[in-house]
Structure formats: C-alpha cells, structure tokens
C-alpha cells in the first residue's frame, strides 16, 4: 500500500472527501517554493501535486506555463526537483507526493535511473500527461513495479470505448480533467462533473478526484461533493505568482481544503 492507498483509505474511514494541492517545483524559486510546500500538509492538504518545470508544457493554461518558465529561468531541473522532495521528507514522512509533468526530463533521465532516484526521494506517483496508455511499457508498468502509483488524466471525451483503456494500468486516483480544454481556462460545474464522475467510479474501484477550473473554496466544496475529492493548481500558482508571503498563499490554500473537507 502506498502513501497514496493509505490517504484515502484514512479518509474514508473519517468520511472525508481529499483536497490535492498543486504547486510549480522552484517557482518563483527554491526557497519560496519548498517553504510553501512545507507548510501545505498543516493547511489541509491531503496529497501535493508538484509540477516539474517543462519548456513545452502542452496541457497547461498561461499561469502554469508561466510559473514554469519562472522555474527554468532560476535555474529549477528535475534533479533539484527530486531534492526538494528529499528536503521535504527530512521532516515529513506521510504526505502523499505525486510528481506531475511531462515525459521528456524522465525520458533524458533513463527511466531506470529515474524510478530508482524517485523512490529514493520519497515520491508516490506519477502524472505523465503526454504518455497515453498505448506507451504503457514506457513508464507506467515499471514505475508500478518500482511501487509508484501511476496516475492517469479521463476527460470530458474520454468516452465509454476509450475508458477502460484509461482505467487499465491506472493507480492510487483517477484524475478527471473537468473541462475540455488547459488548465486554468474555465469553471468547474458540479451538475457537469457529477455524472462523469459516477460513469468513471461504474468502471472502476479507485478514487475519482476532479481538477482544473477550481478556484474557489465553494466550488472546491460543490467538486469534491460528488466525486472523492479535488485538485486546485492554478489559483494556488496565481497567488505564488503575485508574490505574496507564504503565510497568506498557505491562509488561501486552508481555505479551499476547509471547502473541499467540508463536502
């Protein structure tokens, strides 16, 4: 059982729905960005996405792309990445993190080398957004076989034909894509997402947990009460971008897992 199972086993048990938290690797830089994630565990987060830095970040809206680019330029890689996690483990062993980005860093890396240095470091999953389940023995199946849950992304067309493909070699939490588009471009409704989410939860029997277009603590309440949980990235990242003091983007970030908890 990973982090990950554990989680949500524990919140089921205490009927809780999960608030997953996204924030940029070094943005604006390294010591902002691990002193944020530090504190996300004590401001009601439940699992952190952390984002590796990409030039070509294809699935993502203007404000990820540019904490990104604040990330590169600062001179963020994906090894400072891996010691950011290392850094975050010295002083907490139970958050859930799930490394999400793209293929091409772990590609360059050599995937053994990779899974071996993740472990290592103390991560529990992997979003990999530009390789689909025909890529499966590229990254998925080791990684599952390193212990890494393997987290895939079901959208607004991934249709009745395509979902069991998605669901097939898929681990820890299903990550439902609200809306049809980037990150951060429109609102997440729940009379939308409900019914997508009780069509992904027939077919499978691992959590469902919506993001993109979330941004507020009502509608991390209204999202997560009709699925297992939501994701927040952007309106976490805007505030980071805005440069304000770490006390009030973790003060912004209790507030919407104090909506999504309350569901």
Known sequence: MTRIDATFAKLKAEGKKAFVSYIMAGDPDIETSLAVMKGLPAAGVDIIELGVPFTDPMADGETIQLAGQRALEGGMTLEKTLQMVRDFRASD???????????????????????????????????????????????????????????????????????????????????????????GAAAAEAKDVGPEVARIKAATDIPVIVGFGIRTPETSRDIASVADGCVVGSAIVSEIAAGKPVDQILSFVKSLSDGAHSA
């Not at 050599?110 to 389940?133: N, R, S, W, Y």
């Not at 991934?158 to 493909?165: E, G, M, S, Y």
């Open 93 to 183: 062993n139970d958050t859930p993190i799930v490394l999400m980005g793209y293929y091409n860093p772990i590609y360059n890396r050599g995937v053994d080398k990779f899974l071996l240095d993740a472990q290592e470091a103390g991560i529990d999953g992997l979003i990999v957004v530009d390789l689909p389940p025909e890529e499966d023995d590229e990254l998925c199946i080791p990684a599952q076989k390193a212990g890494l849950n393997f987290i895939r992304l079901a959208t607004p067309t991934t249709d009745d034909k395509r979902l069991p493909k998605v669901l097939q070699n898929t681990s820890g939490f299903v990550y439902y894509v609200s809306i049809t588009g980037i990150t």
